[in-house]
């Protein structure tokens, strides 16, 4: 967890603010390296990596190195952040356990098909409440941002990357560094599922998930592919290791999630 400021000090009490910063933009971006942190945030590389090294050691963020898809130049690649499950865990918005137990008694007592109509309602509620914010007559990446910028409203550290600029498998990627519901996810995938069937309503537009917080990534990713003459998008051929040019995997293949633990 995040050291408390020091008693009395206003220094602290501002480094705690710029480190809850620091916290949120590796949610937001990661993986994400400190040069590319600073920059975002109008900081020092020195103030940044002071504040990364403090919650690596507290076991908010881990570090890594990039993927080789990420490595520009010679000499050591500079390392990567992402934030850790405790680092989640901090940045959960509460009533984990509750949201649990009752879940599982559903379940119990209903039977699994209980627990995914109750996924479908909560994610159809939300689906109503982004897309108030989503122009459906815009273009898709339009749309996709207009979502990024409604998830992270509703506490999901969500943004949109263009992928696979100027090929067949064209498209947004979606992602969110956080999840407000990751632990109930882990024992209910079904959140997931109604997740991106209400994307799907909101963006009028087939998506598909590569990857969630909730079996282990470090982000949850989501495959937007654009139009293609006002006709359906073709089926994206694969997708890279890296986080920033990732497309979605052709049908019937399984390939890595690029966030996931080792």
Not at 118 to 147: C, H, I, K, T, W
């Amino acid at each position: 967890m995040t050291s408390p400021p020091r008693p009395g000090g206003e220094q602290s009490a501002a480094d705690l603010r710029t480190r809850t910063r620091v916290h949120a933009a590796v949610a937001e971006l990661g993986p994400v390296s400190a040069a590319r942190l600073a920059d975002s945030l109008g900081l020092t590389g020195a103030a940044v990596r002071r504040h990364l090294d403090a919650m690596v050691a507290d076991g908010v963020l881990e570090s890594r190195e990039p993927s080789p898809g990420r490595r520009r130049g010679r000499g050591r690649p500079a390392r990567e952040f992402v934030v850790s499950s405790a680092g989640h865990d901090a940045m959960a918005s509460g009533y984990d356990e509750l949201a649990l137990a009752a879940l599982s008694h559903l379940a119990e007592v209903q039977g699994a098909g209980a627990v995914a109509d109750f996924a479908e309602r909560r994610f159809s509620a939300l689906g109503e409440r982004l897309a108030a914010a989503v122009d459906p007559a815009a273009p898709a990446p339009e749309r996709v941002q207009a979502l990024a910028q409604a998830l992270t409203a509703q506490g999901h550290s969500a943004s949109a990357r263009p992928v696979g600029r100027g090929t067949a498998a064209e498209g947004t990627q979606l992602c969110q560094g956080h999840c407000p519901v990751r632990r109930v996810a882990e024992a209910f995938p079904e959140l997931c599922e109604a997740e991106r069937r209400a994307f799907e309503r909101v963006l009028g537009a087939r998506v598909q998930r590569l990857a969630t917080l909730a079996h282990g990534d470090h982000v949850c990713t989501t495959f937007v592919p654009h139009e293609q003459d006002g006709g359906p998008a073709p089926s994206p051929a694969g997708r890279t290791a890296n986080q920033d040019h990732l497309s979605a995997p052709a049908a019937g293949s399984r390939t890595p999630t690029e966030g996931r633990r080792p």
